[in-house]
């Protein structure tokens, strides 16, 4: 099995910044990509970026420009940094990854959510 564990949210002022990490855990062979989805109350939950093992990016156009995904492949982590926060941003963000197992097969993996609060 593997493990997603996020942290890092919590209530921030707009204008602000946050950044995001997770940790995935298990038995992972390896991850092709990680990424962040987020849902907001009363949303479906959206993409926010991805990046895959060997550093392309993808980014929701809503934080395209004041976001930075980022991962350490030899840890298994994956970061993301949002700068300039709006009330907008307020939502569960979900670590996501696509883990490559032993029986070289991937898998999608979700951790539990963390909450960002934007807000003054």
């Known amino acids: 099995q593997v493990q997603l564990v996020e942290s890092g949210g919590g209530l921030v002022q707009p204008g602000g910044s946050l950044r995001l990490s997770c940790a995935a855990s298990g038995s992972i062979l390896s991850i092709n990509v990680m990424g962040w989805y987020r849902q907001a109350p009363g949303k479906q939950r959206e993409l926010v970026a991805t990046i895959r093992s060997g550093g392309i990016t993808n980014y929701a156009d809503s934080v395209k420009g004041r976001s930075t995904v980022s991962r350490d492949n030899a840890k298994n982590m994956v970061y993301l940094q949002v700068n300039s926060l709006k009330p907008e941003d307020t939502a569960v963000y979900y670590c996501?990854?696509?883990?490559?197992?032993?029986?070289?097969?991937?898998?999608?993996?979700w951790g539990q959510g963390t909450q960002v609060t934007v807000s003054s």
């Open positions: 996501w990854a696509e883990v490559v197992m032993n029986n070289f097969k991937g898998y999608s993996y």
